[in-house]
């Protein structure tokens, strides 16, 4: 595609090259004069799925403009309207707004011959388009409305008409009042048909980007789980120097500037990735990493940037330059990381990102050398796969267990359809699945809609809550149970096919801080000691203002705070001791300086060798990690630190048969971090998949092999798989292992 006078190669998340649909050199403008109806009783914003509506079947039936227009009972008269030159204003044509207020505005479209037309369009939250009775675009599967002020731009889709006249209609709701920028306050349609050449100038693709020359701004998908790639094909250089600015507009996600690029899978990275966490902590991390052809971005620097605030919406400016092997780059001005490395020479430049953003004012400069030309097409490698191919079963599929026995792997996969995986009130189906071979292969070995969010014991074929085998034939699964403020505990004997009903654990000692003090916990791990001793780790919250704690001179954040705790079991986890914090200074609040931590959530242990037991654990408002140790099986512990990353979602920490310790964490991407002497230093990091891959589980499953497990991302493009991965760890970092079967299940009904 050309942009400008350069050519750009563009890949979208899954890898496919996308291009703009043709246009006719028609001129077609949008039509000026409306006809609008409303406002009709609201709906429930949060439930608006278009298909279960009422107004639905009432716009498939009409072929002209109605004179009135009825919807739930509710008759509206016509009221007309011009549009004040891309806009619709219609809170100043009902005098206000509540929020999922409806509204329709239809208007009638002349072609004197048959044109591919590209709509544009935009409004503070929902909408749907229908041109002659058919629904051809909606916006609530592409998240609604964004962060920015409403433009034109924010919603483009392409459609072919016949000559002839075609009847526009677009169906409104509104959002609450108020929003994320006082522009947003009012509630307007932005609508317009864009010409041949205004189409190809914004270089509209799905799934990639958008560029305005006019305003030197480059915006990809208003979509929050999507990745994009863009590489500049027409120049080779060397010796390069980028700069851009760039915003982001959501607390996930990261942007970054390509350079050395042989083919889309062999290049240098240097990126500024971000998640709800950093935003917390007003942390801006910066990388410079590089793709190896594995399928994975390796970190050859990752550094927190001092003096770099960390603010969505907010414009950054960003500075890539690369002198012979030396790579700098420069983060609003802040000199952030500096490396040398040989692997790249000579190559193109791009851009690249996940989530929602926007970049302007980007400049490219280097010295121009002759290279080979651009192999062109997507070569990335994905060493990922999918348990669950089988899309018959649902849309949306996500993990919740995984645990060895006799040698055999177990996993659970939960799925559902045309939902998220966050929901704890849609019904899912979770299935249970078993593998021979280290994870190469799979067989669905039996499913059930009994069970709940949370994993609950006894429920259908799932494996649930945390489980380990206890004895030959038997494992045991645990979880909290929130009603009963207790740990439960289930059994399976024919290899999580069923379960035993759940029962509480014995907990010993005084557990009232717990279940009085806090307002919130949860049961995050469950590791079984050398020795046999089973460990458990628990975290626990208090909102708001952290009013409970003993010593009121200890550090606080507003929103909310929380604990880390261990307990331990020597009957099989039948029986509980009392939790102990995981932080010598909590631990000890009468020693000169200690206080409480207040910031360590999700915490997650291994074994080493030597017995030492490690503990790595999210935070809840630090930009690092807290890491750990205790070398009496996890009676007491050291002074928590912070470990020299970031991470969040649900970390997961495994110690190989090497002693390699191995953590699975969010940030940037999903990582590995690897280190070879027990905690005491970890190498930069490794992304195996983007931003949007999160809380994965993690099983040694062959000598220094790692078995990784987790949830893709969603959009409205494509269902959500689980994906897992083959990992082997090695002194110079993960290295992937191809599956066997090329990832895909052999899979038998009934029982493996």
Known sequence: MMIGKESWDFVDAQGIETHLAATTDTAVELPREWHVFGP??????????????????????????????????????????????????????????QEGQQAFAFAQLELSQESELTFGAGTEWWMQWWIDGEAVYDSLKKEGGGLWVPTCRDHVFCRRLKAGTHLLAVWLVSAAKGGLLKEQDGWRLKAAIMSQEEALSMSRFPDSWEFLPDTDEIHPPNKSNNHAVAFNVDRCLTDETIECEFRKGHTSGNFGIILGAQDSDQYYYVQVPWHGQLARARGVWAAISKTDGSGYVRNLALQLMPNVPCAIRDWMSLKVQRSGNCIQMWLNGVKGPCVTDTTYGAGRVGIAGFSTFQVRNLRIDGKRVDGPPWPGGDKRVRPWFHIEPDLDLGDVQASVGLCKIDGEILAAVKIGRNTS??????????????????????????????????????????????????????????????????????????????????KSCIHNGDWRDFREEHDWWGLNWVEKLKDGTMLVTLHCGHSNTYNTIKDKTAMTWPGFHTESWTSLSGDGGMSWSAPRPNDFAASRPDEPGAHPNIDMVEPTVAQLPSGRIVLLARPCASPFMWQTHSDDGGKTWSMACYAPFTGAGFPNLVCTQSGYLVVAKRGPGLTLAISTDGGVNWDQGTMIDHQGAFNGRMVEVEPDVVLVVYPEAMDDKRPAYVRAQLIRITTDGPVPVRPQSAGECSLVGGSA
């Open 40 to 97: 009709f009783t609201p709906v429930d914003t949060s439930l608006c799925e278009a298909e279960k509506l009422e107004a639905t079947a009432v716009l498939r039936k009409l072929g002209s403009i109605p004179d009135e227009l009825v919807i739930g009972g509710e008759p509206r008269k016509a009221k007309s309207m011009s549009l004040a030159g891309d806009t619709l204003d219609l809170e100043a044509l009902f005098g206000g707004r």
């Open 421 to 502: 995986v966050h929901s704890a009130s849609t019904k899912w189906t979770t299935y249970s699945y078993s593998s021979r071979d280290s994870g190469r292969s799979w067989q669905r070995r039996a499913g059930s809609s009994k069970g709940k969010m949370g994993f609950t014991p006894g429920e259908g074929a799932a494996i649930p809550g945390f489980p380990l085998q206890v004895a030959p034939g038997t494992i045991r699964a645990w979880l909290w149970n929130q009603d009963t403020q207790t740990i439960v505990h289930s059994d399976s004997t024919d290899k999580a096919v069923t379960w035993s009903e759940s």
